[in-house]
């Protein structure tokens, strides 16, 4: 059976993106099944300045006010997230020390969306549109709707990847060194993943519901970072399954993971 390293993998993505960053998607979906995909990305001020003067390093033609959210790339990555998505909008925002963008998507068809859950296609300079994503690896939408109700399915994938290069194993002596670099490091980095009906939801059997948004994923770095041992162990150790990490992490403030692999969401 093939293993994943979901949490490292995390680690990774945090550490390949040097300082604080903050991610939040919403899916809001129309009683036909259209709607609009709302990314806000926010970096602290001092990663901002830092991914400015690299692109300034490698490209001379760029100066000081280099925008790292340019419309051209966000209009041509919306082919990536599937079938009938366009780019609709961006604006810039600023506030508390952090920098950053929120962009929307126009989709026709919340069934051809091609999502993953843990993400990092909304970071500028990470993600490759060209890269195909691993249908094994993406969110399935199926949408429905018969006379006055609409339904939404939503297939999470068990997170299975190939064998890849990762960290190596936490090593007992040079922990406590580590891990205060850790907590500098994930200090403050929230992700989550919402779906947002246009009607008030009827029924559901997500887990997590709050004023109409039902929350897929929602982690926040500071409630692990209270839990040296626990991130001690998920730095190090192989997860073997998404269900693994829901059990590891469920006690943990601040993170929820929706525990069923088959959300059904009627409004």
């Given at each position: 059976?093939?293993?994943?390293?979901?949490?490292?993998?995390?680690?990774?993505?945090?550490?390949?993106?040097?300082?604080?960053?903050?991610?939040?998607?919403?899916?809001?979906?129309?009683?036909?099944?259209?709607?609009?995909?709302?990314?806000?990305?926010?970096?602290?001020?001092?990663?901002?300045?830092?991914?400015?003067?690299?692109?300034?390093?490698?490209?001379?033609?760029?100066?000081?006010?280099?925008?790292?959210?340019?419309?051209?790339?966000?209009?041509?990555?919306?082919?990536?997230?599937?079938e009938g998505v366009s780019y609709f909008?961006?604006?810039?925002?600023?506030?508390?020390?952090?920098?950053?963008?929120?962009?929307?998507?126009?989709?026709?068809?919340?069934?051809?969306?091609?999502?993953?859950?843990f993400s990092d296609e909304a970071v500028?300079?990470?993600?490759?549109?060209?890269?195909?994503?691993?249908?094994?690896?993406?969110?399935?939408?199926?949408?429905?709707?018969?006379?006055?109700?609409?339904?939404?399915?939503?297939?999470?994938?068990?997170?299975?990847?190939?064998?890849?290069?990762?960290?190596?194993?936490?090593?007992?002596?040079?922990?406590?060194?580590?891990?205060?670099?850790?907590?500098?490091?994930?200090?403050?980095?929230?992700?989550?993943?919402?779906?947002?009906?246009?009607?008030?939801?009827?029924?559901?059997?997500?887990?997590?519901?709050?004023?109409?948004?039902?929350?897929?994923?929602?982690?926040?770095?500071?409630?692990?970072?209270?839990?040296?041992?626990?991130?001690?162990?998920?730095?190090?150790?192989?997860?073997?399954?998404?269900?693994?990490?829901?059990?590891?992490?469920?006690?943990?403030?601040?993170?929820?993971?929706?525990?069923?692999?088959?959300?059904?969401?009627?409004?």
């Amino acid at each position: 059976m093939k293993k994943i390293y979901l949490f490292p993998v995390l680690i990774l993505f945090v550490i390949f993106l040097p300082g604080c960053l903050q991610l939040e998607t919403k899916i809001y979906v129309n009683k036909d099944g259209s709607g609009i995909l709302e990314e806000t990305v926010m970096f602290k001020d001092e990663v901002i300045e830092m991914m400015k003067q690299f692109i300034m390093a490698i490209d001379s033609t760029q100066s000081k006010d280099v925008n790292i959210f340019k419309e051209d790339d966000l209009i041509s990555k919306a082919e990536s997230y599937g079938e009938g998505v366009s780019y609709f909008s961006s604006e810039k925002l600023k506030s508390s020390g952090y920098e950053g963008a929120k962009v929307k998507y126009n989709f026709t068809d919340i069934s051809k969306l091609n999502l993953n859950l843990f993400s990092d296609e909304a970071v500028p300079g990470i993600s490759d549109s060209d890269t195909p994503k691993n249908p094994e690896e993406t969110l399935k939408f199926i949408f429905s709707r018969n006379n006055s109700e609409s339904e939404l399915k939503i297939y999470i994938p068990s997170m299975m990847e190939s064998e890849q290069e990762l960290p190596e194993e936490v090593n007992d002596s040079t922990f406590n060194e580590e891990y205060e670099k850790a907590k500098e490091m994930f200090a403050d980095m929230k992700m989550s993943f919402r779906i947002i009906p246009a009607e008030k939801i009827k029924s559901t059997n997500a887990d997590f519901v709050k004023d109409n948004e039902v929350t897929l994923l929602e982690m926040n770095m500071n409630g692990l970072l209270l839990k040296p041992e626990l991130f001690k162990e998920l730095s190090g150790n192989k997860i073997n399954s998404l269900d693994e990490f829901r059990e590891l992490i469920k006690n943990v403030e601040g993170f929820k993971i929706e525990s069923k692999n088959e959300v059904q969401i009627n409004f």
